[in-house]
């Protein structure tokens, strides 16, 4: 049983108009083209779909029926080309986004309303999860693109730097550091140090660096999340590294800390747009990053809007 998605359009252009004359013309093919082709789909199920009368051409109940789910089968179709087209062509369809926690609280709120403005199309899903989780995906295709922290084990994969983001320190305003207006990394040293829990790619560069400045790991205390480990900083429990892109975020209303740039403006992490090197959609995501990367010059204009002159900002890597 062979019927076309022509035949659906010409059977349902005749129903709708009731003439086939008429709907030959809105198809934009000629009668006798678009008559064979309904008496194939009629022939195929051996029964008439309209009937001649005095008032016009009408639908039998077979016609009937088979109008209906013509309709849907069309919209459907339509749809679907609408979604493949945008796919393949501008920034739009369907697409998985991974996101490490320590820079999606930080990054995405600012940023998806302007790609959804931009790019309406676009259906977003995020996922947040930690560095390797994101790999593991990637690499089985249930994720189209992630953003996350460079460098990591990314074999296989195409990796986009956006921006660079430094670290910066941050004391309690009682820690004898805190009246320094910067911080030389060796003078971390023999203070404990706080660090998010395993599994975090921030932890392993925090961890690199304290380990070279001769810092204490506190190997006691474990977070998951940067906003607990600034609490406990409150606390006078020891000091923390925090990346430039979280300041904006965590340190307003929390007055009895204070954050220092570090003395060596290689401490600092790289902000990536990742991908599979085989994906087909390679030039989207390559306007995926564009929009990331300039997206970190807000970011720098909020650290100037609450007045922290002193820090670092982010460097965003591509032209």
């Known amino acids: 049983m062979n019927i076309t998605l ?24 000629s009668q006798p083209a678009l008559s064979r082709q309904v008496k194939r789909a009629e022939e195929v199920f051996e029964t008439p779909f309209f009937e001649r009368t005095s008032q016009g051409t009408v639908l039998t109940p077979a016609g009937k029926e088979f109008v209906e789910g013509a309709r849907a089968i069309l919209s459907r179709t339509s749809q679907l080309l609408a979604r493949i ?65 460079t460098p990591v084990d990314t074999a296989q994969m195409h990796v ?28 971390l040293s023999n203070h404990p140090l706080l660090l998010l829990e395993e599994g975090h790619c921030f932890r392993d560069h925090a961890l690199e660096f304290c380990t070279a400045a001769g810092a204490i790991d506190e190997a006691d205390t474990r977070s998951a999340s940067l906003s607990t480990l600034l609490g406990l900083v409150e606390l006078g429990r020891g000091v923390t590294i925090l990346p430039t892109l979280a300041v904006a975020r965590e340190l307003p209303g929390r007055p009895q800390l204070v954050a220092r740039p570090l003395d060596d403006t290689a401490h600092c992490r790289t902000l990536s747009l990742v991908w599979r090197s085989t994906s087909p959609r390679d030039e ?31 460097t965003q890597l591509l032209n």
């Open 6 to 29: 022509r035949q659906m359009e010409y059977i349902v252009a005749v129903a709708e108009h009731r003439h086939f004359g008429r709907a030959a013309e809105s198809c934009h093919v």
């Open 284 to 314: 989207l995501f390559s306007e995926l990053g564009q929009i990331f990367a300039a997206h970190t010059e807000t970011i720098n204009r909020e650290l100037d809007d609450l007045g922290y002159d002193s820090l670092p900002r982010l």
């Open 85 to 149: 087209e945008s796919i393949g062509g501008e920034l739009g369809g369907p697409m998985e986004l991974g996101v490490i926690p320590t820079v999606a609280p930080y990054f995405l709120p600012g940023v998806l309303g302007k790609l959804h403005q931009q790019h309406r199309e676009l259906r977003l899903t995020i996922v947040e999860d930690e560095t390797s989780r994101l790999i593991d995906q990637l690499e089985g295709a249930t994720l189209d693109v992630a953003l996350m922290a």
């Open 160 to 187: 986009m730097p956006l921006a660079q983001d430094p670290f910066v320190a941050v004391f309690h305003t009682d820690h004898p550091l805190a009246i320094e207006d910067s911080v030389i990394a060796q003078e």
